[in-house]
């Protein structure tokens, strides 16, 4: 399945429209921009490489993309596979190797957070070795919610990500380019292009606040519709019932 074909077909019309409204609203990209697309194996970035390409093509953004996984060293991960299977696609993608897992046995404490930061790292150090400010992340709507609801729980905040956020003094630039997609949409995406997941299963899954929050807004917010309530309800503040 070719990115000319997915420029004929329904993926260039609403997906790409919800794009341009997060590039656009929040200023995450300009034309010519080189960044780095961090790529998992599973379907969430894959949609995200694939959209974010489709609008490169459609626009005439002259983007240079890049792909990288990071290695972590997990049981079962198969970064050749990976590489083998975006090729495909006309993907040439890095690999970036670390020592994650062999660091997390020693210290089973924040688990996520730590893994989350180094593959963060991995990714940032990459985007500087290209000479870019910008690494991409295919975090979505629901991913939103779960972080939501962890600060609201674990941290007592209301915080959660944003479509474009600074770290490093501002040197770099954390963006979602899918924030506004729902998990449908992504499994569409990943249909559409006959993708299947080439993931490996986390064995410090079950010890994961996420997973615990992952849950809990499984069996008690089920409709999609929900989600996207309390998606857009983040911005509708109601000031007098605040404290």
């Given at each position: 399945?070719?990115?000319?074909?997915?420029?004929?077909?329904?993926?260039?019309?609403?997906?790409?429209?919800?794009?341009?409204?997060?590039?656009?609203?929040?200023?995450?990209?300009?034309?010519?921009?080189?960044?780095?697309?961090?790529?998992?194996?599973?379907?969430?970035?894959?949609?995200?490489?694939?959209?974010?390409?489709?609008?490169n093509q459609k626009f005439d953004m002259g983007w240079e993309i890049i792909p990288c996984f990071v290695d972590?060293?997990?049981?079962?991960?198969?970064?050749?596979?990976?590489?083998?299977?975006?090729?495909?696609?006309?993907?040439?993608?890095?690999?970036?190797?670390?020592?994650?897992?062999?660091?997390l046995k020693k210290n089973k404490k924040n688990i996520c957070f730590l893994c989350t930061r180094a593959r963060?790292?991995?990714?940032?150090?990459?985007?500087?070795?290209?000479?870019?400010?910008?690494?991409?992340?295919?975090?979505?709507?629901?991913?939103?919610?779960?972080?939501?609801?962890?600060?609201?729980?674990?941290?007592?905040?209301?915080?959660?990500?944003?479509?474009?956020?600074?770290?490093?003094?501002?040197?770099?630039?954390?963006?979602?380019?899918?924030?506004?997609?729902?998990?449908?949409?992504?499994?569409?995406?990943?249909?559409?292009?006959?993708?299947?997941?080439?993931?490996?299963?986390?064995?410090?899954?079950?010890?994961?606040?996420?997973?615990?929050?992952?849950?809990?807004?499984?069996?008690?917010?089920?409709?999609?519709?929900?989600?996207?309530?309390?998606?857009?309800?983040?911005?509708?503040?109601?000031?007098?019932?605040?404290?």
């Amino acid at each position: 399945m070719s990115i000319e074909r997915a420029l004929k077909s329904w993926l260039s019309g609403e997906p790409l429209g919800m794009i341009k409204k997060v590039i656009e609203g929040y200023s995450i990209l300009e034309i010519g921009e080189t960044f780095v697309v961090g790529v998992s194996g599973g379907i969430d970035s894959f949609a995200m490489l694939m959209a974010v390409e489709t609008f490169n093509q459609k626009f005439d953004m002259g983007w240079e993309i890049i792909p990288c996984f990071v290695d972590g060293g997990f049981p079962g991960t198969d970064a050749e596979r990976l590489r083998d299977r975006l090729a495909e696609f006309g993907f040439e993608l890095k690999v970036r190797k670390a020592p994650i897992f062999k660091k997390l046995k020693k210290n089973k404490k924040n688990i996520c957070f730590l893994c989350t930061r180094a593959r963060r790292r991995e990714l940032v150090e990459e985007a500087m070795a290209n000479f870019s400010s910008k690494v991409a992340f295919a975090h979505h709507k629901e991913d939103v919610v779960e972080a939501l609801f962890l600060n609201l729980i674990y941290n007592r905040e209301l915080a959660t990500m944003i479509p474009n956020q600074g770290i490093l003094q501002g040197r770099i630039q954390i963006i979602r380019p899918i924030y506004n997609y729902d998990k449908r949409l992504i499994k569409r995406i990943a249909s559409f292009f006959k993708y299947k997941p080439i993931a490996y299963s986390c064995p410090f899954r079950r010890l994961s606040k996420r997973t615990a929050v992952r849950k809990f807004l499984t069996k008690e917010v089920k409709e999609l519709r929900n989600i996207e309530n309390i998606f857009y309800g983040m911005t509708n503040f109601r000031w007098p019932y605040l404290p």
